[in-house]
């Protein structure tokens, strides 16, 4: 009975990263017009910028600490990658959620990415390669 305990908290784990990667970008992409009015003029609050940033290196943290597997560890950026896409893009009635007028939807898109390929980069340059293990180096 123990053993298949291992393999179904891979699979939980799996989909709730996968859930999480989508709720995040859900989440910033309804926060990316947040805005304040100084002085008559409006502000752009750059929180779905810093939101995409850490949540992404987070979410490929967790799927790497809970699966143990590096290609596992970015299905959360690519579900992420898939609503940002779909957000960006117009519908059939003309309806878009990140406008190009819009830089912190834009820097969203740019730097979340980033964030997730810098960290899964992160993660394959950690592995352990085989000649570090040769006793001739």
């Known amino acids: 009975m123990p053993g298949w305990t291992e ?5 939980v784990g799996t989909v709730v990263g996968l859930g999480l990667g989508i709720m995040s970008a859900l989440w910033e992409v309804m926060v990316s017009p947040m805005h304040v009015t100084i002085g008559g003029t409006i502000v752009r609050v750059p929180l779905a910028t810093l939101l995409a940033i850490v949540g992404n ?3 490929v943290w967790f799927m790497r600490t809970v699966t143990g597997r590096l290609p ?7 579900a992420w990658f898939a609503v ?4 960006s893009t117009k519908t059939s009635e003309g309806d878009l959620l990140i406008t190009g007028d819009n ?3 834009v820097t ?4 979340g990415s980033v964030a997730w390929a810098g960290a899964a980069y992160l993660l394959m340059s950690r592995r352990r390669r085989p000649e570090a293990d040769d006793p001739r180096s």
């Open 72 to 78: 596992l560890a970015v299905l959360p950026g690519v």
């Open 7 to 11: 393999p179904a908290y891979k699979i």
């Open 57 to 59: 290196v987070g979410l």
């Open 103 to 105: 830089w912190v939807g």
């Open 84 to 87: 940002m896409f779909a957000a």
């Open 108 to 111: 969203t898109i740019l730097l």
